[in-house]
């Protein structure tokens, strides 16, 4: 299935927006993405392994964290996004 | 659907019912909306990107009371999306700058300006006299400030966010509805997530995103249509597509779940990892100044110059250095000579400063860091060097 990369982390597929991956839940998906590109690991999970708080996956139009997390099955026609927090503007407080 | 509770009757004069026309006309807005909107008052946090089509098109609409929150002044990089602020305004206070075209495009608008950042002190008596608060700052300290300050007063607060050539977009803090943090319950730590000023945004996006927040928060005014509570907005400037996401109420959500935690506002500069004043990266490495490193250089110094921006940057400007994106280097370290003295440079100083870091935990222990980037260059050596 299709895995849609966000701007921000597709300096670590090589600026790949999407990338295929065959597998039949989200936690063999992001095993497979993050063995294919090893610099997303650090971005998708914290030191216990855990996906980053900052960072939702959705399958189709819906989050995992309301399926099943990481046992979320896939089918092959899915479409899988990453979504994570975004803000432009800087840290200082001024308007962007 | 969320009505905004308008406090007093509003009537309209025959100027404005002739300025409204196109609205009056129209059943979904019509005399009954129109009033709506004339006793509407709704606070944007800041007067940039976002901020402009959003203000502009609320006063154009007839939103009878705008508040507007910024202490920034105008900069000229701030004209290529910042469209309510004009060359003449460069150096003056945004807000001042935004009243006068608010004005100027509808006299029947109440501007209120205040010219303070957005605290944990100020939030909740700020917005006392409004109803909607749309977000314009896109920054995490700002996000959740907005959000829990709006959660605890139940003000709806619609939100959006760009960089580069997408967008999000969606409505929170509604009653029943999903929240900021039900979404993302923690930020980002600092430095992993680029922003605009590092990463760059197409001029028009905030314009896109802007008008977004613009058209929520009249729906939610009018309350008709569908809003954007319960969903996320994703947008994709550059492949032009609009997609959807489902969001949910969190019942664990620590601000508006059934047992929240977040009782009052809290500290969010601390909640997004951000030291209070100012405590740079650049300042625990070895830096060289603009003028020492141009009199080296003069006097025949042997000194090889690293350059750690991206290979678009070099092509606006350069000093001839070697080319390395800081993202690159820990695998091309092997390009360098860890016996000759290295001058690193970036725009600003700062991503020099993390590869003067990396360098020297590798062993590279004659490299400094060029301080103020090439920016300080321009300013202290070479004026013919255009600043970005």
């Known amino acids: ?96 | 659907m969320v009505a905004v509770n308008s406090p007093l009757a509003t009537t309209l004069s025959n100027d404005e019912v002739l300025r409204y026309s196109r609205h009056l006309i129209m059943p979904e807005v019509g005399m009954a909306g129109q009033q709506k909107l004339k006793a509407a008052r709704v606070l944007c946090i800041g007067a940039g990107g976002l901020g402009s089509p959003l203000a502009l098109y609320l006063a154009a609409a007839g939103v009878g009371t705008l508040g507007l929150v910024d202490f920034d002044v105008v900069d000229l990089t701030n004209l290529q999306r910042q469209i309510i602020h004009t060359v003449e305004d460069v150096g003056r206070p945004k807000l001042d700058s935004a009243h006068e075209k608010l004005t100027a495009i509808n006299p029947f608008v109440n501007v209120r300006k205040f010219e303070t950042k957005l605290t944990s002190g100020n939030a909740l008596d700020l917005f006392r006299d409004f109803d909607i608060i749309a977000d314009g700052t896109d920054n995490f300290p700002t996000r959740y400030l907005v959000n829990d300050a709006c959660v605890l007063s139940g003000k709806p607060n619609v939100y959006a966010s760009i960089f580069r050539f997408e967008g999000q977009a969606s409505v929170f803090a509604t009653e029943g509805g999903p929240c900021y943090r039900c979404l993302y319950p923690e930020p980002p730590p600092p430095g992993l997530v680029p922003s605009c000023a590092e990463g760059g945004v197409l001029g028009i996006l905030p314009g896109l995103l802007g008008v977004i927040q613009a058209t929520e928060v009249i729906k939610l005014i009018l309350g008709s249509g569908e809003s954007l509570i319960g969903r996320l907005l994703l947008v994709d400037a550059l492949g032009m597509r609009f997609r959807e996401l489902k969001l949910r109420k969190n019942p664990e959500c620590p601000v508006c779940g059934v047992n929240p935690t977040v009782r009052e506002l809290i500290d969010y500069n601390q909640f997004c990892g951000i030291r209070g004043e100012e405590a740079p990266v650049t300042a625990s490495v070895p830096e060289i100044q603009p003028v020492e490193l141009k009199a080296r250089l003069d006097r025949g110094d042997n000194i090889f110059i690293l350059d750690v921006r991206e290979p678009h940057e070099y092509q606006i400007c350069n000093l001839g250095g070697h080319l390395i994106p800081l993202g690159d280097l820990p695998a091309r370290m092997n390009e360098l000579d860890s016996s000759r003295e290295i001058v690193a440079h970036c725009r600003s100083g700062v991503r020099s400063a993390k590869a003067v870091t990396l360098l020297r935990q590798a062993g590279f222990a004659k490299v400094k860091n060029l301080a103020g980037g090439i920016l300080a260059w321009a300013d202290k050596v070479d004026p013919t060097v255009p600043k970005y």
């Open chain 1, 1 to 96: 299935m299709k895995v849609l990369i966000p701007t921000p982390l597709r300096q670590y597929t090589g600026k790949q927006a999407s990338v295929e991956v065959s597998a039949h839940t989200v936690g063999e998906m992001l095993s497979d993405l993050t063995s294919q590109f090893p610099d997303l690991r650090q971005q998708l999970f914290s030191d216990d392994g855990k996906l980053r708080r900052f960072v939702n996956v959705y399958v189709n139009d819906e989050d995992i964290r309301y399926l099943e997390n990481g046992n979320t099955p896939l089918k092959e026609s899915d479409t899988v996004s990453i979504v994570p927090s975004v803000a432009g503007g800087e840290d200082n407080g001024r308007s962007q």
